[in-house]
Protein backbone atom coordinates (compact mmCIF):
# COMPACT_ATOMS: atom_id res chain seq x y z
CA UNK A 1 0.00 0.00 0.00
CA UNK A 2 1.46 3.43 -0.93
CA UNK A 3 1.57 6.37 1.46
CA UNK A 4 -1.10 8.01 -0.34
CA UNK A 5 -3.33 5.27 -0.64
CA UNK A 6 -3.47 5.05 3.00
CA UNK A 7 -4.84 8.92 3.60
CA UNK A 8 -7.98 9.40 4.77
CA UNK A 9 -10.77 9.95 2.22
CA UNK A 10 -12.39 13.15 2.25
CA UNK A 11 -16.09 14.09 0.31
CA UNK A 12 -17.40 10.81 2.81
CA UNK A 13 -19.01 10.99 6.44
CA UNK A 14 -17.19 9.28 9.02
CA UNK A 15 -17.36 6.07 8.19
CA UNK A 16 -18.93 6.57 4.53
CA UNK A 17 -22.61 5.90 5.57
CA UNK A 18 -24.93 9.25 6.06
CA UNK A 19 -25.84 10.09 9.74
CA UNK A 20 -29.77 9.09 8.82
CA UNK A 21 -28.58 5.49 7.92
CA UNK A 22 -26.58 4.75 10.83
CA UNK A 23 -29.24 5.86 13.51
CA UNK A 24 -31.45 3.31 11.03
CA UNK A 25 -29.21 0.41 11.21
CA UNK A 26 -28.52 1.39 15.02
CA UNK A 27 -32.03 1.06 16.05
CA UNK A 28 -32.16 -2.33 13.91
CA UNK A 29 -29.23 -3.44 15.95
CA UNK A 30 -30.87 -1.80 19.60
CA UNK A 31 -33.83 -4.55 18.38
CA UNK A 32 -31.72 -7.15 17.70
CA UNK A 33 -29.97 -6.71 21.10
CA UNK A 34 -33.51 -6.63 22.72
CA UNK A 35 -34.30 -10.00 20.66
CA UNK A 36 -31.50 -12.09 21.14
CA UNK A 37 -31.32 -14.54 17.70
CA UNK A 38 -34.51 -12.61 16.03
CA UNK A 39 -33.72 -11.71 12.38
CA UNK A 40 -34.56 -7.50 12.19
CA UNK A 41 -35.53 -6.24 8.74
CA UNK A 42 -33.58 -3.23 8.02
CA UNK A 43 -33.14 -0.91 4.91
CA UNK A 44 -29.61 -2.19 3.72
CA UNK A 45 -27.89 0.20 1.42
CA UNK A 46 -26.40 -0.50 -1.63
CA UNK A 47 -22.41 -0.58 -0.58
CA UNK A 48 -19.10 0.54 -3.05
CA UNK A 49 -18.31 -3.57 -3.27
CA UNK A 50 -20.36 -6.32 -4.44
CA UNK A 51 -23.04 -8.48 -2.54
CA UNK A 52 -21.32 -11.63 -1.21
CA UNK A 53 -18.31 -9.29 -0.33
CA UNK A 54 -19.86 -8.42 2.79
CA UNK A 55 -21.94 -5.43 2.49
CA UNK A 56 -24.03 -6.47 5.69
CA UNK A 57 -21.15 -6.52 7.87
CA UNK A 58 -19.81 -3.68 6.97
CA UNK A 59 -23.57 -1.84 7.10
CA UNK A 60 -23.25 -2.96 10.55
CA UNK A 61 -19.58 -2.13 11.52
CA UNK A 62 -20.47 1.51 9.89
CA UNK A 63 -23.37 1.98 11.65
CA UNK A 64 -20.98 1.04 15.60
CA UNK A 65 -17.91 2.23 14.72
CA UNK A 66 -16.36 5.33 16.74
CA UNK A 67 -13.44 7.39 16.33
CA UNK A 68 -11.87 5.81 19.29
CA UNK A 69 -11.92 2.26 17.73
CA UNK A 70 -9.47 -0.34 17.13
CA UNK A 71 -10.54 -2.29 13.86
CA UNK A 72 -9.54 -6.04 12.92
CA UNK A 73 -11.22 -7.26 9.89
CA UNK A 74 -10.83 -11.30 9.27
CA UNK A 75 -11.75 -13.53 6.10
CA UNK A 76 -11.85 -17.39 6.71
CA UNK A 77 -9.97 -16.45 10.09
CA UNK A 78 -7.35 -14.60 7.54
CA UNK A 79 -6.30 -10.94 7.99
CA UNK A 80 -4.72 -10.68 4.85
CA UNK A 81 -7.11 -11.87 2.44
CA UNK A 82 -8.43 -10.05 -0.60
CA UNK A 83 -11.78 -9.10 1.57
CA UNK A 84 -10.22 -8.64 4.87
CA UNK A 85 -7.40 -6.19 3.10
CA UNK A 86 -9.89 -4.62 1.31
CA UNK A 87 -12.40 -3.76 4.05
CA UNK A 88 -9.98 -3.11 6.70
CA UNK A 89 -8.49 -0.14 3.93
CA UNK A 90 -11.88 1.08 3.12
CA UNK A 91 -12.65 1.82 6.86
CA UNK A 92 -9.62 2.90 7.81
CA UNK A 93 -9.85 5.91 4.79
CA UNK A 94 -13.46 6.48 4.77
CA UNK A 95 -13.72 6.72 8.82
CA UNK A 96 -9.72 7.11 10.17
CA UNK A 97 -9.76 4.44 12.34
CA UNK A 98 -6.73 2.74 13.87
CA UNK A 99 -6.96 -1.11 12.33
CA UNK A 100 -5.21 -3.86 13.87
CA UNK A 101 -4.35 -8.07 13.01
CA UNK A 102 -4.60 -8.52 16.52
CA UNK A 103 -7.67 -9.96 17.94
CA UNK A 104 -6.65 -8.58 21.94
CA UNK A 105 -6.19 -5.12 20.88
CA UNK A 106 -9.41 -4.89 18.79
CA UNK A 107 -12.55 -3.51 20.17
CA UNK A 108 -14.63 -4.25 16.83
CA UNK A 109 -13.97 -7.55 14.63
CA UNK A 110 -15.39 -8.02 11.23
CA UNK A 111 -15.39 -11.74 10.35
CA UNK A 112 -16.01 -13.94 7.68
CA UNK A 113 -16.72 -17.25 8.55
CA UNK A 114 -14.50 -17.46 11.56
CA UNK A 115 -14.75 -16.62 15.10
CA UNK A 116 -10.84 -15.98 16.62
CA UNK A 117 -9.06 -18.68 18.51
CA UNK A 118 -8.40 -15.75 21.09
CA UNK A 119 -11.02 -16.20 23.36
CA UNK A 120 -13.00 -12.86 23.11
CA UNK A 121 -13.98 -10.26 26.15
CA UNK A 122 -15.91 -7.99 27.10
CA UNK A 123 -16.21 -4.46 25.19
CA UNK A 124 -15.42 -6.24 22.45
CA UNK A 125 -17.94 -6.37 19.71
CA UNK A 126 -17.73 -9.38 16.78
CA UNK A 127 -19.59 -8.52 13.65
CA UNK A 128 -20.27 -11.48 11.01
CA UNK A 129 -21.33 -11.18 7.61
CA UNK A 130 -23.84 -13.40 6.92
CA UNK A 131 -24.97 -14.57 3.66
CA UNK A 132 -28.76 -16.14 3.98
CA UNK A 133 -29.82 -15.53 7.55
CA UNK A 134 -32.62 -17.38 7.39
CA UNK A 135 -31.29 -20.92 8.86
CA UNK A 136 -35.31 -22.97 7.35
CA UNK A 137 -34.76 -21.34 3.90
CA UNK A 138 -33.50 -24.79 2.02
CA UNK A 139 -36.31 -26.26 3.35
CA UNK A 140 -39.10 -23.88 3.41
CA UNK A 141 -38.68 -21.65 0.79
CA UNK A 142 -41.90 -19.39 1.47
CA UNK A 143 -40.79 -16.20 3.84
CA UNK A 144 -44.34 -15.90 5.13
CA UNK A 145 -44.04 -19.52 6.23
CA UNK A 146 -40.26 -19.07 7.62
CA UNK A 147 -41.44 -15.99 9.71
CA UNK A 148 -44.95 -18.00 11.16
CA UNK A 149 -42.47 -20.91 12.03
CA UNK A 150 -40.34 -18.83 13.36
CA UNK A 151 -43.42 -16.80 15.33
CA UNK A 152 -44.82 -19.74 16.69
CA UNK A 153 -41.45 -21.50 17.52
CA UNK A 154 -41.75 -24.50 15.48
CA UNK A 155 -38.53 -25.53 14.98
CA UNK A 156 -39.38 -29.30 13.93
CA UNK A 157 -38.55 -28.74 10.42
CA UNK A 158 -35.04 -27.59 11.77
CA UNK A 159 -34.32 -31.20 12.99
CA UNK A 160 -35.96 -32.61 9.73
CA UNK A 161 -32.63 -31.13 8.02
CA UNK A 162 -30.09 -33.15 10.86
CA UNK A 163 -32.39 -35.68 10.55
CA UNK A 164 -31.83 -36.36 6.69
CA UNK A 165 -28.19 -35.76 7.49
CA UNK A 166 -28.12 -38.58 9.59
CA UNK A 167 -30.29 -41.02 6.96
CA UNK A 168 -27.69 -40.29 4.41
CA UNK A 169 -24.40 -39.77 6.30
CA UNK A 170 -24.41 -41.98 9.09
CA UNK A 171 -23.84 -38.73 11.43
CA UNK A 172 -24.94 -35.22 11.44
CA UNK A 173 -22.82 -34.11 8.46
CA UNK A 174 -23.66 -30.11 8.07
CA UNK A 175 -20.25 -28.72 9.24
CA UNK A 176 -20.98 -25.02 8.93
CA UNK A 177 -23.89 -22.98 9.13
CA UNK A 178 -24.68 -25.24 12.10
CA UNK A 179 -28.48 -24.09 13.72
CA UNK A 180 -28.14 -22.51 16.93
CA UNK A 181 -31.32 -21.63 19.41
CA UNK A 182 -30.49 -18.58 20.79
CA UNK A 183 -31.53 -17.77 24.68
CA UNK A 184 -34.01 -20.59 24.60
CA UNK A 185 -36.49 -19.51 21.77
CA UNK A 186 -34.89 -18.00 18.09
CA UNK A 187 -33.28 -20.92 16.19
CA UNK A 188 -30.40 -19.10 14.23
CA UNK A 189 -28.23 -19.20 11.24
CA UNK A 190 -24.51 -18.45 12.83
CA UNK A 191 -23.22 -17.50 9.12
CA UNK A 192 -21.22 -19.99 7.71
CA UNK A 193 -18.41 -20.33 10.30
CA UNK A 194 -17.49 -23.91 10.70
CA UNK A 195 -19.36 -25.52 13.63
CA UNK A 196 -16.26 -25.78 15.69
CA UNK A 197 -17.08 -22.05 16.39
CA UNK A 198 -20.27 -22.47 17.59
CA UNK A 199 -18.97 -23.67 21.14
CA UNK A 200 -17.33 -19.70 21.40
CA UNK A 201 -20.90 -18.20 20.48
CA UNK A 202 -22.00 -19.77 23.74
CA UNK A 203 -21.76 -17.21 26.87
CA UNK A 204 -19.56 -15.23 24.88
CA UNK A 205 -18.68 -11.81 26.52
CA UNK A 206 -18.33 -10.12 23.48
CA UNK A 207 -21.73 -8.71 21.86
CA UNK A 208 -22.05 -10.33 18.55
CA UNK A 209 -23.83 -8.91 15.77
CA UNK A 210 -25.24 -10.32 12.58
CA UNK A 211 -25.71 -8.55 8.87
CA UNK A 212 -26.93 -9.68 6.12
CA UNK A 213 -26.80 -7.13 3.26
CA UNK A 214 -28.55 -8.38 0.35
CA UNK A 215 -31.18 -10.16 2.21
CA UNK A 216 -31.68 -6.87 5.05
CA UNK A 217 -31.59 -8.82 8.16
CA UNK A 218 -29.74 -7.92 10.96
CA UNK A 219 -29.51 -9.94 14.58
CA UNK A 220 -27.64 -10.48 17.63
CA UNK A 221 -26.38 -12.41 20.21
CA UNK A 222 -26.02 -10.14 23.87
CA UNK A 223 -22.80 -10.79 25.62
CA UNK A 224 -23.17 -13.98 27.90
CA UNK A 225 -26.52 -15.40 26.08
CA UNK A 226 -26.95 -19.14 25.77
CA UNK A 227 -26.48 -20.45 22.40
CA UNK A 228 -26.78 -24.20 21.48
CA UNK A 229 -26.43 -26.22 18.54
CA UNK A 230 -29.28 -28.31 17.95
CA UNK A 231 -28.59 -32.01 17.94
CA UNK A 232 -30.64 -35.55 18.45
CA UNK A 233 -30.44 -37.57 21.83
CA UNK A 234 -28.41 -40.60 20.40
CA UNK A 235 -26.79 -37.64 18.21
CA UNK A 236 -25.36 -35.27 20.12
CA UNK A 237 -23.78 -32.10 18.89
CA UNK A 238 -19.42 -32.68 18.22
CA UNK A 239 -17.22 -30.01 16.56
CA UNK A 240 -14.62 -31.74 14.29
CA UNK A 241 -11.33 -32.57 15.46
CA UNK A 242 -8.29 -32.67 13.71
CA UNK A 243 -5.69 -35.15 14.07
CA UNK A 244 -2.80 -32.99 14.09
CA UNK A 245 -1.34 -29.69 15.36
CA UNK A 246 -0.80 -26.64 13.38
CA UNK A 247 2.25 -27.35 11.12
CA UNK A 248 3.52 -23.74 11.89
CA UNK A 249 2.41 -23.28 15.97
CA UNK A 250 1.91 -26.51 16.86
CA UNK A 251 -1.46 -25.28 17.81
CA UNK A 252 -3.99 -28.17 18.43
CA UNK A 253 -7.71 -27.46 19.50
CA UNK A 254 -7.92 -24.89 16.92
CA UNK A 255 -9.62 -24.75 13.52
CA UNK A 256 -6.89 -25.83 10.74
CA UNK A 257 -6.95 -25.32 7.08
CA UNK A 258 -5.52 -27.40 4.33
CA UNK A 259 -2.84 -25.64 2.41
CA UNK A 260 -1.96 -27.92 -0.87
CA UNK A 261 1.92 -27.49 -1.60
CA UNK A 262 2.22 -28.99 -4.90
CA UNK A 263 0.81 -31.02 -7.49
CA UNK A 264 1.87 -34.80 -6.14
CA UNK A 265 -0.31 -34.97 -3.01
CA UNK A 266 1.85 -32.31 -0.79
CA UNK A 267 -0.24 -30.75 2.09
CA UNK A 268 0.20 -29.13 5.21
CA UNK A 269 -2.41 -28.15 7.67
CA UNK A 270 -2.18 -24.69 9.34
CA UNK A 271 -3.71 -22.36 11.68
CA UNK A 272 -7.20 -20.73 9.78
CA UNK A 273 -6.77 -17.80 12.23
CA UNK A 274 -3.67 -16.30 11.10
CA UNK A 275 -3.09 -13.89 14.47
CA UNK A 276 -3.24 -16.68 16.19
CA UNK A 277 -0.43 -18.84 14.48
CA UNK A 278 1.83 -15.65 14.29
CA UNK A 279 1.43 -14.76 17.91
CA UNK A 280 2.11 -18.08 18.93
CA UNK A 281 5.07 -17.77 16.63
CA UNK A 282 6.56 -15.03 18.00
CA UNK A 283 6.03 -16.35 21.72
CA UNK A 284 8.35 -19.51 20.49
CA UNK A 285 10.75 -17.33 18.67
CA UNK A 286 11.05 -15.57 21.98
CA UNK A 287 11.63 -18.55 24.14
CA UNK A 288 8.29 -18.82 25.79
CA UNK A 289 6.61 -21.23 26.46
CA UNK A 290 3.86 -21.65 23.66
CA UNK B 1 -73.14 -43.06 18.35
CA UNK B 2 -74.57 -41.61 21.37
CA UNK B 3 -71.35 -39.64 22.65
CA UNK B 4 -70.83 -35.71 21.60
CA UNK B 5 -70.05 -35.08 17.91
CA UNK B 6 -66.13 -34.65 17.39
CA UNK B 7 -66.24 -32.07 14.72
CA UNK B 8 -69.82 -29.86 14.09
CA UNK B 9 -70.03 -27.41 11.40
CA UNK B 10 -72.79 -25.23 11.03
CA UNK B 11 -73.96 -22.32 8.33
CA UNK B 12 -70.61 -22.54 6.63
CA UNK B 13 -70.66 -19.96 3.87
CA UNK B 14 -68.43 -18.86 1.46
CA UNK B 15 -68.29 -16.30 -1.47
CA UNK B 16 -65.85 -15.30 -4.17
CA UNK B 17 -67.20 -12.41 -5.06
CA UNK B 18 -71.07 -12.78 -6.21
CA UNK B 19 -70.54 -16.36 -6.42
CA UNK B 20 -71.83 -18.56 -3.81
CA UNK B 21 -69.29 -21.33 -2.75
CA UNK B 22 -70.15 -23.13 -0.26
CA UNK B 23 -73.87 -21.89 0.98
CA UNK B 24 -74.73 -22.62 4.98
CA UNK B 25 -73.23 -25.96 4.94
CA UNK B 26 -73.72 -27.75 8.14
CA UNK B 27 -72.68 -31.16 9.60
CA UNK B 28 -71.90 -33.63 12.35
CA UNK B 29 -68.60 -35.63 12.38
CA UNK B 30 -68.65 -38.60 15.63
CA UNK B 31 -65.10 -40.00 16.01
CA UNK B 32 -64.71 -43.43 14.15
CA UNK B 33 -66.91 -42.08 11.24
CA UNK B 34 -66.22 -41.42 7.40
CA UNK B 35 -68.76 -39.08 5.98
CA UNK B 36 -67.73 -38.63 2.08
CA UNK B 37 -68.65 -35.50 0.55
CA UNK B 38 -69.26 -36.23 -3.47
CA UNK B 39 -70.44 -33.75 -6.35
CA UNK B 40 -69.21 -32.58 -9.63
CA UNK B 41 -66.37 -30.13 -10.01
CA UNK B 42 -67.07 -26.80 -8.61
CA UNK B 43 -69.76 -28.00 -6.62
CA UNK B 44 -67.37 -26.42 -3.49
CA UNK B 45 -66.47 -29.56 -2.21
CA UNK B 46 -62.82 -28.00 -2.25
CA UNK B 47 -63.84 -24.84 -0.67
CA UNK B 48 -65.71 -27.10 2.31
CA UNK B 49 -62.71 -29.05 3.21
CA UNK B 50 -60.83 -25.45 2.93
CA UNK B 51 -63.17 -24.02 5.33
CA UNK B 52 -62.94 -26.92 7.68
CA UNK B 53 -59.08 -26.85 7.76
CA UNK B 54 -59.59 -23.22 8.14
CA UNK B 55 -57.31 -22.52 5.15
CA UNK B 56 -59.76 -20.88 3.89
CA UNK B 57 -61.23 -17.53 5.80
CA UNK B 58 -65.51 -18.07 5.48
CA UNK B 59 -67.97 -15.66 5.60
CA UNK B 60 -70.45 -17.05 7.82
CA UNK B 61 -70.50 -20.46 9.73
CA UNK B 62 -68.57 -21.94 12.02
CA UNK B 63 -66.62 -25.08 13.24
CA UNK B 64 -66.38 -26.39 16.71
CA UNK B 65 -64.23 -29.16 17.54
CA UNK B 66 -64.01 -31.50 20.43
CA UNK B 67 -59.85 -31.57 21.59
CA UNK B 68 -58.60 -33.94 23.74
CA UNK B 69 -59.18 -32.91 26.75
CA UNK B 70 -62.98 -33.03 26.14
CA UNK B 71 -63.91 -29.43 25.68
CA UNK B 72 -65.35 -28.21 22.51
CA UNK B 73 -64.10 -25.33 20.64
CA UNK B 74 -64.89 -22.74 18.00
CA UNK B 75 -61.72 -23.22 15.83
CA UNK B 76 -61.92 -19.74 14.54
CA UNK B 77 -61.06 -18.64 18.08
CA UNK B 78 -58.08 -20.55 18.10
CA UNK B 79 -55.16 -18.86 18.09
CA UNK B 80 -52.20 -19.38 15.36
CA UNK B 81 -50.02 -21.45 17.43
CA UNK B 82 -52.97 -23.54 19.08
CA UNK B 83 -54.14 -24.00 15.62
CA UNK B 84 -51.15 -25.17 14.08
CA UNK B 85 -50.64 -27.63 16.98
CA UNK B 86 -54.29 -29.26 16.90
CA UNK B 87 -53.27 -29.59 12.44
CA UNK B 88 -50.31 -31.30 13.43
CA UNK B 89 -51.04 -33.57 15.85
CA UNK B 90 -54.50 -34.51 16.45
CA UNK B 91 -55.79 -33.74 12.31
CA UNK B 92 -54.35 -34.98 9.46
CA UNK B 93 -54.71 -34.06 5.78
CA UNK B 94 -53.90 -35.99 3.27
CA UNK B 95 -54.19 -33.58 -0.43
CA UNK B 96 -55.01 -34.70 -4.15
CA UNK B 97 -51.31 -33.77 -5.03
CA UNK B 98 -49.06 -35.03 -2.89
CA UNK B 99 -46.21 -32.69 -3.82
CA UNK B 100 -48.50 -30.26 -1.74
CA UNK B 101 -48.70 -32.45 1.16
CA UNK B 102 -45.06 -33.91 1.26
CA UNK B 103 -41.58 -31.97 1.08
CA UNK B 104 -40.74 -33.88 -2.24
CA UNK B 105 -36.83 -33.00 -1.21
CA UNK B 106 -36.70 -34.66 2.49
CA UNK B 107 -36.69 -38.38 2.36
CA UNK B 108 -39.05 -40.84 3.12
CA UNK B 109 -38.01 -41.27 6.49
CA UNK B 110 -37.93 -37.62 6.93
CA UNK B 111 -41.45 -36.81 5.78
CA UNK B 112 -42.92 -39.56 8.02
CA UNK B 113 -40.60 -37.96 10.95
CA UNK B 114 -41.57 -34.44 10.93
CA UNK B 115 -44.45 -34.10 12.69
CA UNK B 116 -43.14 -36.49 15.60
CA UNK B 117 -39.92 -33.70 15.33
CA UNK B 118 -42.44 -31.41 15.40
CA UNK B 119 -43.80 -31.81 18.65
CA UNK B 120 -40.71 -32.39 20.03
CA UNK B 121 -38.92 -36.00 19.47
CA UNK B 122 -35.44 -35.65 19.50
CA UNK B 123 -34.56 -39.13 19.35
CA UNK B 124 -32.91 -40.16 15.66
CA UNK B 125 -33.66 -43.68 16.75
CA UNK B 126 -36.65 -43.86 17.61
CA UNK B 127 -37.99 -41.13 14.97
CA UNK B 128 -36.32 -44.18 12.81
CA UNK B 129 -38.28 -46.90 14.11
CA UNK B 130 -41.67 -44.95 13.98
CA UNK B 131 -41.30 -43.71 10.50
CA UNK B 132 -40.03 -48.03 9.78
CA UNK B 133 -43.12 -49.03 11.26
CA UNK B 134 -45.54 -46.54 9.40
CA UNK B 135 -43.69 -47.07 6.00
CA UNK B 136 -44.60 -50.84 6.71
CA UNK B 137 -48.17 -49.83 7.66
CA UNK B 138 -48.44 -48.33 4.53
CA UNK B 139 -46.94 -50.99 2.74
CA UNK B 140 -44.03 -49.38 1.76
CA UNK B 141 -40.56 -51.19 1.38
CA UNK B 142 -38.33 -50.74 4.24
CA UNK B 143 -35.30 -49.82 1.77
CA UNK B 144 -37.10 -46.94 0.35
CA UNK B 145 -36.70 -45.18 3.34
CA UNK B 146 -34.44 -43.19 2.68
CA UNK B 147 -35.42 -41.84 -1.00
CA UNK B 148 -37.04 -38.87 -1.79
CA UNK B 149 -40.59 -38.99 -2.85
CA UNK B 150 -39.45 -37.81 -6.21
CA UNK B 151 -38.47 -40.95 -6.89
CA UNK B 152 -41.66 -42.95 -5.74
CA UNK B 153 -44.91 -43.64 -7.87
CA UNK B 154 -48.13 -42.15 -7.69
CA UNK B 155 -49.62 -44.52 -5.40
CA UNK B 156 -46.86 -44.57 -2.85
CA UNK B 157 -46.58 -40.53 -2.82
CA UNK B 158 -50.43 -40.86 -1.35
CA UNK B 159 -49.59 -43.84 0.51
CA UNK B 160 -46.41 -41.98 2.24
CA UNK B 161 -48.95 -39.06 2.52
CA UNK B 162 -51.14 -41.36 4.87
CA UNK B 163 -48.06 -42.25 6.63
CA UNK B 164 -46.82 -38.96 7.45
CA UNK B 165 -50.40 -37.63 8.62
CA UNK B 166 -51.02 -40.83 11.02
CA UNK B 167 -47.85 -40.78 12.53
CA UNK B 168 -49.18 -38.71 15.48
CA UNK B 169 -52.16 -40.61 16.30
CA UNK B 170 -54.69 -38.15 15.00
CA UNK B 171 -58.09 -38.04 15.66
CA UNK B 172 -59.76 -36.84 12.38
CA UNK B 173 -58.50 -36.71 8.94
CA UNK B 174 -58.82 -34.92 5.95
CA UNK B 175 -59.04 -36.56 2.86
CA UNK B 176 -59.00 -34.47 -0.89
CA UNK B 177 -59.28 -36.80 -3.43
CA UNK B 178 -56.98 -38.99 -2.47
CA UNK B 179 -57.36 -41.86 -5.29
CA UNK B 180 -57.91 -39.44 -8.39
CA UNK B 181 -55.19 -39.43 -10.81
CA UNK B 182 -54.22 -43.21 -9.87
CA UNK B 183 -54.98 -46.44 -12.23
CA UNK B 184 -57.91 -48.28 -10.70
CA UNK B 185 -55.48 -51.42 -9.47
CA UNK B 186 -53.11 -48.79 -7.53
CA UNK B 187 -56.41 -46.90 -6.33
CA UNK B 188 -57.99 -50.32 -5.46
CA UNK B 189 -54.89 -50.99 -2.79
CA UNK B 190 -54.69 -47.52 -1.25
CA UNK B 191 -58.51 -47.73 -0.29
CA UNK B 192 -57.91 -51.14 0.72
CA UNK B 193 -54.80 -49.36 3.26
CA UNK B 194 -57.02 -46.24 3.98
CA UNK B 195 -60.26 -48.84 5.37
CA UNK B 196 -58.00 -51.06 6.97
CA UNK B 197 -56.26 -48.02 8.80
CA UNK B 198 -59.48 -46.22 9.64
CA UNK B 199 -61.10 -49.25 11.17
CA UNK B 200 -57.84 -50.15 12.93
CA UNK B 201 -57.51 -46.49 14.22
CA UNK B 202 -60.85 -45.52 14.72
CA UNK B 203 -60.51 -42.75 12.62
CA UNK B 204 -62.92 -39.79 12.11
CA UNK B 205 -62.40 -38.72 8.30
CA UNK B 206 -64.01 -36.20 6.24
CA UNK B 207 -63.31 -37.20 2.89
CA UNK B 208 -63.78 -35.66 -0.05
CA UNK B 209 -64.79 -37.69 -3.51
CA UNK B 210 -65.99 -37.08 -6.89
CA UNK B 211 -66.00 -40.92 -6.95
CA UNK B 212 -69.16 -42.54 -6.19
CA UNK B 213 -67.34 -45.82 -5.49
CA UNK B 214 -64.95 -44.38 -3.20
CA UNK B 215 -67.34 -43.20 -1.22
CA UNK B 216 -69.27 -46.57 -1.05
CA UNK B 217 -66.30 -48.00 -0.05
CA UNK B 218 -65.04 -46.00 2.75
CA UNK B 219 -67.54 -43.77 4.13
CA UNK B 220 -70.71 -44.63 6.13
CA UNK B 221 -71.98 -41.36 5.73
CA UNK B 222 -72.32 -39.13 2.72
CA UNK B 223 -73.33 -35.52 1.81
CA UNK B 224 -74.35 -34.92 -1.63
CA UNK B 225 -73.29 -31.02 -2.57
CA UNK B 226 -73.96 -29.24 -5.55
CA UNK B 227 -73.74 -25.52 -6.40
CA UNK B 228 -72.42 -24.97 -2.71
CA UNK B 229 -75.18 -26.63 -1.44
CA UNK B 230 -75.81 -29.64 0.56
CA UNK B 231 -78.98 -31.07 -1.23
CA UNK B 232 -79.05 -34.73 0.20
CA UNK B 233 -77.39 -36.85 3.22
CA UNK B 234 -77.88 -39.67 4.57
CA UNK B 235 -76.46 -43.53 5.28
CA UNK B 236 -74.14 -44.05 2.36
CA UNK B 237 -75.81 -47.41 1.04
CA UNK B 238 -79.34 -45.06 1.86
CA UNK B 239 -77.93 -42.21 -0.45
CA UNK B 240 -76.29 -44.54 -3.21
CA UNK B 241 -79.30 -47.04 -3.33
CA UNK B 242 -81.96 -45.21 -3.17
CA UNK B 243 -81.61 -41.44 -3.71
CA UNK B 244 -83.99 -39.00 -3.16
CA UNK B 245 -83.08 -35.87 -5.10
CA UNK B 246 -83.20 -35.57 -8.70
CA UNK B 247 -79.66 -34.61 -8.76
CA UNK B 248 -78.65 -37.37 -6.66
CA UNK B 249 -80.35 -39.80 -8.93
CA UNK B 250 -78.46 -38.47 -11.66
CA UNK B 251 -75.11 -38.84 -10.43
CA UNK B 252 -75.54 -42.31 -9.07
CA UNK B 253 -76.95 -43.09 -12.57
CA UNK B 254 -73.72 -41.73 -14.36
CA UNK B 255 -71.82 -44.49 -12.92
CA UNK B 256 -70.33 -46.52 -15.79
CA UNK B 257 -70.92 -50.14 -14.11
CA UNK B 258 -67.68 -52.37 -14.84
Not at chain 1, 149 to 164: F, P, Q
Not at chain 1, 265 to 290: L, N, Y
Request: overall charge negative; charged content about 25%; glycine content about 10%.
Amino acid sequence: MSPAAALPQTGYNFAYLDEGTKRMIRRAILKAVAVPGYQVPFAAREMPMPYGWGTGGVQVTAAILGASDVLKVIDQGADDTTNAVSIRRFFGRTAGVATTTRTAEATVIQTRHRIPETPLTEGQILVYQVPIPEPLRFLEPRETETRQLHALAEYGLMHVKLYEDIARHGHIATTYAYPVEVAGRYVMDPSPTPKFDNPKMDDCPALQLFGAGREKRIYAVPPHTRVRSLDFEDHPFRVQRFERPCALCGAEDVYLDEVVLDDAGGRMFVCSDTDHCETRRDAIAHGESA
Amino acid sequence: MSQAPLLRAEGLTKRYGARLACDGVGFDLHPGEVLAVVGESGSGKSTLLGLIAGETAADGGSVSYRMRDGTVRDLAELGAAERRALMRTDWGFVRQDAAQGLRMSVSAGGNVGERLMGVGARHYAEIRAAALDWLARVEIAADRIDDPPTRFSGGMRQRLQIARNLVTAPRLVLMDEPTSGLDVSVQARLLDTIRGLVAELGLAVLIVTHDLAVARLLSHRILVMRGGRVIETGLTDQVLDDPQAAYTQLLVSSVLAA
